[in-house]
């Protein structure tokens, strides 16, 4: 079984496969206390920040550029731990455990709360070899299962109509969109509980937009929480259940995104959203 140091983790290798243990059926599965980060000890970059994720569900980050949201979501698979100089403040706790410690293995925690990134980023490998290349890491050899798997993580990306037949070609032959879409099937392959993403279409067209929306809205609906960083307004209210506002390395406000949206509690939301500062 993988850990998170001495603590139990979500998948496991059972026979030639990765079996899902999940033991949470519903509700809160990250919640964070306090979050904080610092540099050098002394430049706070983010405060206090307190928020809860549901299965199934799309939280949206929103707020004016350096805000803190970036920082904020790397903190949920401690990413933040590679910066140098960079600390974590607070807890974060998944599936009621605290993982903010130093002895958390944070591979691990990283497979059942993937990442994808502003820029795509594949491998430069086939389109298969891309899907399939964490399986393989994890000591998974069973072809069968690994065909089906690279199957099912293209299809829950909306990508396998269009590469089906190009499995085998270089991952850089796709489209942006498709690219795009291919980082997010290869963090779908592994049975991830929560998806990051870091503004994921922001380097994208209208069209390659819209796919990757529908695919966040397809993933939800598979019980997976997607939390996600967005500069686009429309698109946190197109595609997200709840949204937190940030400003200036703390989080204003929290809510319902159709709340969030019509009638904010801060001023400094609603000037945020109405296009009066940020």
Not at 106 to 128: A, C, H
Not at 163 to 189: F, N, P, W
Not at 261 to 268: A, S, V
């Amino acid at each position: 079984m993988m850990n998170f140091g001495s603590k139990a983790s979500k998948l496991e290798v059972v026979g030639d496969k990765v079996a899902d243990l999940n033991v949470t059926v519903d509700g809160t599965i990250m919640r964070t206390k306090d979050v904080g980060v610092r540099y050098n000890e002394t430049y706070k970059a983010l405060r206090d920040v307190s928020l809860n994720f549901d299965r199934g569900q799309v939280t949206a980050l929103i707020g004016p550029s350096g805000c803190g949201k970036s920082t904020y979501l790397r903190c949920l698979n401690l990413m933040n731990r590679e910066i140098p100089h960079c600390h974590i403040d607070g807890e974060i706790y998944f599936h009621g455990k605290q993982i903010n410690f130093k002895d958390v293995n944070v591979y691990d925690l990283r497979t059942q709360v993937g990442m994808v990134f502003q820029t795509p980023n594949p491998f430069r490998k086939s389109i298969y070899d891309n899907i399939a290349f964490g399986l393989k890491k994890h000591g998974i050899k069973d072809k069968a299962y690994i065909d089906e798997t690279v199957e099912r993580s293209l299809k829950q990306a909306a990508l396998w109509d269009e590469v089906k037949d190009k499995l085998k070609k270089s991952a850089y032959a796709l489209s942006g969109g498709q690219r795009q879409r291919l980082c997010i099937a290869r963090t779908l392959s592994l049975n991830p509980e929560i998806v990051l993403m870091d503004e994921p279409c922001s380097a994208l067209d209208p069209i390659a937009t819209r796919a990757i929306e529908r695919t966040i809205l397809s993933i939800a609906s598979r019980g997976i929480a997607v939390i996600i960083v967005t500069h686009n307004i429309e698109q946190a209210r197109r595609v997200s259940d709840k949204t937190a506002y940030f400003y200036l390395g703390e989080m204003v406000e929290t809510g319902d995104t159709s709340k969030i949206f019509t009638n904010p509690d801060d001023q400094r939301t609603a000037d945020y959203l109405d296009g009066r500062f940020g």
